[in-house]
């Protein structure tokens, strides 16, 4: 499996940004199951935003990686 970075600057930004803001309601705000899988999907989110690889881009072949985006890497 190839682990060549796949989500690009605006979509890492964004997920980063609602991944925290996922979990903090999630675990912190709402309780029992839904707060639970918040916050789980918040923590995937914001883990493919700080690695800039997703499993489910990989598996589709897509990326939101501009040229511009490959320049500055």
């Known amino acids: 499996m190839d682990f060549e970075a796949n989500v690009g600057e605006?979509?890492?930004?964004l997920?980063?940004?609602?991944?925290?803001?996922?979990?903090?309601l999630?675990?912190?705000f709402l309780q029992g199951v839904i707060g639970a899988i918040?916050?789980?999907a918040g923590a995937v989110s914001l883990l493919?935003?700080?690695f800039g690889w997703c499993g489910i881009y990989a598996l589709l072949n897509r990326s939101t990686?501009?040229?511009e985006?490959?320049?500055k890497e």
């Open 15 to 24: 997920r980063t940004i609602l991944g925290i803001y996922a979990m903090l």
């Open 69 to 71: 985006d490959e320049v």
């Open 38 to 40: 918040l916050g789980a």
């Open 48 to 50: 493919t935003g700080l």
């Open 26 to 28: 999630g675990f912190l």
């Open 10 to 13: 605006r979509d890492r930004l």
């Open 65 to 67: 990686v501009s040229e």
